[in-house]
Structures are given as structure tokens and as C-alpha cells.
DNA sequence: CCTCCACCGGAAAGCCGGGTCA
DNA sequence: TGACCCGGCTTTCCGGTGGAGG
């Protein structure tokens, strides 16, 4: 009788993949007693039956943010037993009060999985819920993704205003400190109850942290201390970010486990390293909408053939016009028998590019007639295009 | 100094596909 | 089935903007 033992080849290198995954959330986690002691601390009036205050917590990716507040969720429910509830959305997804407010529901009511209800009916049914002396925490990771965050504070102010027993508080989470700025002052106010931040973590601590994970996921043997070090101190340089440790760690690994080489070794880590940083971009570019990737492809074609009215000024080489940009976007859309979109639109999805750094942009100054914006490949144009055009022209 | 150029980007309105409800 | 509600993506409209040209 076979077994599907026999089809689960053992790995060489890992022990358990998935405690490299960004996932993963540890027993212990290092360096964020602190934080942790604190959000609980905050957390506690819940279990008492008391509106916990709200919270604002900032950090840049991968300090532990949202892996320190899915780690006390858990305890947190465990001992309220179903009377409080902490729901997690992640605002990138539900970027909308509606939105936001209908995932709440869903998670605390059974049978609430439609779309169509007004907010207002929503709204009353958390009332409803809250009302017989439940706390709902709700966890609005990237809340800074939120459009209308105002009319959504507002609306959860007012939610326990209104109700006797029980309430809604918050733990926001943003990596944008700024972003508290374009907040109207009185929801500022209300989320800003209680700060915390996040530093970002040092090479020292990435690599106390990247050790453990190598324990638990990766045989013993089969790397070299050097090299987890290496990683930590490559992403401490980066940013202090933990996510990007990891993603090094793990890239490394699975080189080991494809390549000749019998550990892992900082030989590994380094070739890691680059592509990490072109999986992100890849990534990027992936997940982008098809009309920002024909936009994309056309500043990459043009960088590579030249711009039409380049060499103006030698300084500013490598940069193309907003207008011969699109003339390009347009001519690309009728060869991809595509409908191209308005100017407009076109501008949009050029500052979107710029906001996920895959180009860069300036302002046109002396010489050139009127007033545009001239654009630049943030990567190499030619991996780029080997990318774009698999994908759009088949 | 005025006007034109070649764009910029906010606001608002329209359309579409997905859903509910009576 | 038709009236509504939602979000996402567009288009339309339009008031800027800073340098070039006259």
C-alpha cells in the first residue's frame, strides 16, 4: 500500500517551511515584551465589561506590529470566551467605512455574509450586538488605506455614545506616521487615545530573531551561523525590517536545498539578497492593474529606445515626457487591440507607478517649453520589459 | 506684460457588475 | 422583476502653473 509518505520528499535544508513564512506567528516573540505588556494592558478593561481606549500604533513594516497584535488576539479571546471580540481587518482590502464595518458584522454575527445591506442596517445590528454588554475591538491594520476614515471614526464614536453597556474601540495600525495629518481634529482625538511605536529592529535583534526561526524551520546542520548573521545584518542595513529577514533566510534556504552546496553559507545569503529585491518588484508589477503595466511597458520601451526630444539637457538623463509617454501608451493599447484610456486616467496611473517607486518622476524646469512632469524607470527597463511583455503579449 | 503651451490634478458625474428586497 | 445599494474605474469639466515667445 503506498503511502503519500513516499511522495513527500524529506527536505535537505527545512525542517518547517512555514515558520519562514511572514505568517507565522512565534510563541515568543523577541524585543516587544514591552509593547505587548502595554497593548494588554490597554486591552484589559474589555475583559472587565469597561470601553477600553483606543489605540494608535505606528512602525514601519515588519517591526512586529501586526504579529504582536494577532499573538495577544488569541489570549485575548481565550479569556473573554465569545462576551468581547477582537476582529482583524486589514485595510488594504477593506479600505472603505462600509466596507470595514460590514467585516465586522460578518466576524461577530453568524449568518451576516451579504453585501446590499445599507450601513445604517449594519450599523444597528452592531448596535444590537454590543447593546447586551459586548466589546467589540476592531484592529484596522494600514488604517491608513481607509478612504472617508473620518465619517468611519465618526461613525464608531457615535456607535458608543449611544449604547449603555458594552462598546467599540480601536487599535489602529499604520506604517505612515504623517498620516495622523490629514485626519480631522476631532477623530485625531478619539484614535489618538493612546500612542505607541514600533521601533525598527536592530541587526543585533534581527539576528537573535532570525536564529530562532532557523531552529524551528531549518534542520540542524544545515546552515552556518555566519550566514544567519549575514541576513540580519543585510536587512538591518535595509531597514530593520523583519519581514525582509526573513525573505532573505528563506530564498537562501531553498538555494541551498536546489543548489550543489551543502549548507547554507553567506555565499547563499548574498545571491539571496539580490533576488529578494527583484521578487518584490516582480511582485509589484504583478499585481498591478493591466492599464499601469501598459504604462509601465511604454516607459520601459522608450527608456531603452530613447526619448524623442531627449538629450536636451544632459543632466537630466534617462527622462522622457509625460506626452510622449502616452503617445506611446496609446500606440502600445492599439497593437494590444485595447481601448486606451483618457489623458486623464493616464496621469493617474503614472502617479500610482510613482507611489509604488517603480518610476520616478520630476517637475520640467528651464528648456523645456511649458510645464510637464518627466518620468524615469525606477528599475532596470530591460528585466522589466522581459516581464511585461510576457505578460501582455503572450 | 500678456498669451500660449503642455501639461497637472481635484471634483463630480456616469457606467458597470455585483448584490438585496418586496 | 424593478427599485436600490455598493465599490471601482472612467470620463468630463475645469481652474491651475511656470517658462517661452512676442
Known amino acids: 500500500m503506498p503511502s503519500f509518505d513516499d511522495f513527500i520528499a524529506e527536505s535537505r535544508v527545512f525542517r518547517d517551511r512555514d515558520v519562514l513564512s511572514p505568517h507565522y506567528i512565534p510563541d515568543t516573540l523577541y524585543f516587544r515584551d514591552h509593547q505587548i505588556k502595554e497593548l494588554m494592558s490597554a486591552l484589559a478593561p474589555a475583559l472587565m465589561s469597561k470601553k477600553p481606549r483606543n489605540i494608535f500604533i505606528y512602525g514601519k513594516t515588519g517591526t512586529g506590529k501586526t504579529c504582536s497584535v494577532k499573538q495577544i488576539t488569541k489570549k485575548f479571546e481565550e479569556k473573554a470566551n465569545g462576551r468581547s471580540r477582537i476582529v482583524y481587518i486589514n485595510c488594504r482590502i477593506h479600505n472603505k467605512p462600509y466596507r470595514v464595518m460590514l467585516k465586522a458584522a460578518k466576524a461577530v454575527m453568524e449568518g451576516f455574509d451579504k453585501q446590499g445591506y445599507g450601513l445604517p442596517h449594519i450599523y444597528e445590528r452592531l448596535l444590537i450586538w454590543a447593546g447586551e454588554g459586548k466589546h467589540l475591538v476592531m484592529v484596522l491594520d494600514e488604517i491608513d488605506m481607509v478612504k472617508h476614515l473620518d465619517e468611519l471614526l465618526y461613525t464608531i464614536t457615535r456607535a458608543n455614545d449611544e449604547l449603555e453597556a458594552g462598546g467599540v474601540s480601536l487599535i489602529g495600525i ?199 512632469k518627466l518620468v524615469k524607470m525606477g528599475h532596470p527597463p530591460r528585466e522589466v520589459i522581459k516581464l511585461l511583455s510576457k505578460r501582455l503579449e503572450g
Do not use: W
Open 174 to 372: 499604520s506604517n505612515r506616521l504623517l498620516f495622523k495629518e490629514d485626519l480631522d481634529p476631532r477623530s485625531r482625538s478619539s484614535l489618538y487615545e493612546r500612542e505607541m511605536v514600533f521601533p525598527p529592529y536592530t541587526a543585533n535583534q534581527l539576528q537573535k530573531i532570525l536564529h530562532q526561526r532557523a531552529e524551528l524551520g531549518l534542520h540542524t546542520g544545515a546552515y552556518t551561523t555566519g550566514a544567519i548573521n549575514l541576513a540580519g545584518a543585510i536587512a538591518a542595513q535595509e531597514s530593520g525590517d523583519a519581514r525582509y529577514a526573513l525573505k532573505i533566510l528563506c530564498r537562501a534556504a531553498e538555494m541551498t536545498e536546489e543548489g550543489e552546496s551543502e549548507k547554507l553559507t553567506d555565499r547563499e545569503v548574498n545571491a539571496a539578497r539580490e533576488l529578494v529585491e527583484f521578487d518584490i518588484v516582480k511582485e509589484a508589477i504583478d499585481k498591478l492593474p493591466e492599464n499601469h503595466q501598459v504604462v509601465l511597458y511604454g516607459v520601459a520601451r522608450l527608456s531603452i529606445s530613447g526619448s524623442r526630444y531627449a538629450r536636451l539637457d544632459e543632466t537630466n538623463d534617462g527622462y522622457l515626457f509625460s506626452g510622449e509617454v502616452y503617445e506611446e501608451y496609446t500606440t502600445l493599447c492599439k497593437r494590444l487591440k485595447k481601448q486606451a484610456k483618457t489623458a486623464r486616467s493616464y496621469r493617474s496611473y503614472l502617479n500610482d507607478l510613482e507611489m509604488l517607486g517603480l518610476i520616478t518622476s520630476i517637475e520640467s524646469g528651464k528648456g523645456i517649453r511649458g510645464h510637464t
